[in-house]
């Protein structure tokens, strides 16, 4: 089976050593394989107290995060460009400073609302920065996959296949991260696009269409556990979850969490997990 895992933001919204304690001892009660970590802010993240507490408890970790309108590497600025790839590779230092096995997420562009379609210039800027970023992972030993994430935040890619198409542009082998939540806003079905990035689909989100408890909104999971057995998809799966019980100074603006829709993300958790796996199982 599939290493499975659950983001931080359903334990806590910080990474100070209480903060980081609960979320990793918490991830390994309820059975988690993996903690994925964000890391909006990689310089306030300690990598050896972080390591050591994954160890203890016996975790893998990943790492995600968005970038921000002073750090979008697909902005026709280009000092703004080089201030997101100075985030970037502090976010790669981070992640493999404490062994994290994936960098994933909105690494290619701001995660957040744009008020015009991309123009050539932002797109060579975004392009070139993702083979740059595939470098820096790959001298680091971790594999970067970018996620393509709905309209309100990317004009860059909302679809698989337009992710497909700008990782073409790379021409390196970057992996895509699909999530559930997008593709139930953007994609014709949660199937075909599993289908359609064949080996280039290398992580995966699994979110309800309001972001709270699995099975209680719209997204089609049979359907998209189906395909993933179906191709045969042996990489990490995470849950992500969001609800203005955890707040995150930066993530709670970036992805408008304003409605309290769960308390105990522990309840959350422990039902997420056995939701994923019954359904992995088939
Ligand atoms: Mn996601």
């Known amino acids: 089976?599939?290493?499975?895992?659950?983001?931080?933001?359903?334990?806590?919204?910080?990474?100070?050593?209480?903060?980081?304690?609960?979320?990793?001892?918490?991830?390994?009660?309820?059975?988690?394989?993996?903690?994925?970590?964000?890391?909006?802010?990689?310089?306030?993240?300690?990598?050896?107290?972080?390591?050591?507490?994954?160890?203890?408890?016996?975790l893998q970790a990943t790492c995600s995060l968005g970038l921000g309108r002073d750090t979008d590497v697909s902005s026709e600025d280009p000092a703004v460009v080089a201030k997101g790839r100075e985030l970037l590779a502090a976010a790669v230092e981070a992640a493999h400073g404490f062994g994290a096995t994936h960098l994933c997420g909105v690494l290619y562009s701001m995660m957040g609302k744009y008020g015009a379609p991309i123009t050539p210039t932002s797109r060579q800027h975004c392009v070139e920065s993702m083979a740059w970023l595939h470098e820096q992972c790959a001298q680091?030993?971790?594999?970067?996959?970018?996620?393509?994430?709905?309209?309100?935040?990317?004009?860059?890619?909302?679809?698989?296949?337009?992710?497909?198409?700008?990782?073409?542009?790379?021409?390196?082998?970057?992996?895509?991260?699909?999530?559930?939540?997008?593709?139930?806003?953007?994609?014709?079905?949660?199937?075909?696009?599993?289908?359609?990035?064949?080996?280039?689909?290398?992580?995966?989100?699994?979110?309800?269409?309001?972001?709270?408890?699995?099975?209680?909104g719209n997204v089609d999971f049979d359907q998209l556990f189906g395909a993933v057995r179906e191709v045969g998809y042996t990489g990490p799966i995470t849950f992500e979850s969001f609800s203005s019980a955890v707040v995150n100074e930066d993530l709670t603006p970036m992805l408008a969490l304003w409605r309290n829709l769960w308390t105990d993300g522990k309840d959350l958790a422990t039902h997420a997990r056995a939701f994923m796996a019954e359904r992995l199982a088939g």
């Open 140 to 216: 680091a030993g971790i594999a970067l996959s970018l996620e393509v994430v709905n309209r309100y935040e990317t004009n860059v890619a909302n679809t698989a296949q337009e992710m497909l198409a700008l990782i073409d542009e790379t021409g390196v082998d970057i992996g895509v991260h699909l999530d559930s939540y997008h593709m139930n806003i953007e994609e014709n079905g949660l199937a075909e696009p599993v289908r359609e990035t064949g080996e280039r689909f290398r992580y995966l989100h699994i979110g309800e269409s309001h972001r709270g408890y699995l099975g209680t």
């Open 1 to 58: 089976m599939n290493p499975l895992g659950v983001h931080a933001l359903v334990w806590v919204g910080d990474w100070s050593e209480p903060s980081a304690r609960k979320a990793v001892e918490s991830t390994r009660e309820v059975g988690f394989d993996i903690l994925e970590i964000p890391l909006l802010d990689p310089w306030s993240v300690d990598a050896g107290m972080t390591r050591r507490l994954l160890d203890d408890n016996g």
